[in-house]
């Protein structure tokens, strides 16, 4: 959680198909026993770098579960990236439906 504090912009945000959620929310629901997850396994990603920004696409597969619903699945998204004082943080994912 530590890790994935630091590496998250403070403003970061996250649209996918259930909705907008931000740092704080996404942090506070994988601290949360609402979110469970069995196994992550990431696909290729690929990251493109321009300047200050980064994009970075990927899948990943996982078996997980909300709140006891089922949300296992094959996943891709969008990471974006920017530099900030010398350290690169992830200011946006997008996961399509």
């Known amino acids: 959680m530590a890790t994935l504090g630091r590496l998250l912009a403070d403003d970061w945000v996250y649209q996918g198909p259930g909705g907008t959620q931000t ?28 300047g200050d920004t980064a994009i970075v696409t990927g899948s990943e597969d996982e078996k ?7 949300t296992s699945g094959h996943y891709l998204w969008i990471d974006v990236f920017v530099k900030r004082q010398g350290h690169w943080l992830d200011v946006a994912r997008r996961a399509p439906p």
Do not use: P
């Open 23 to 50: 740092k704080a929310q996404a942090l506070a629901a994988l601290k949360s026993d609402d979110q469970s997850f069995d196994f992550i396994k990431l696909g290729d990603m690929k990251v493109r770098v321009f």
């Open 64 to 70: 997980s579960s909300y709140k006891g619903k089922d």
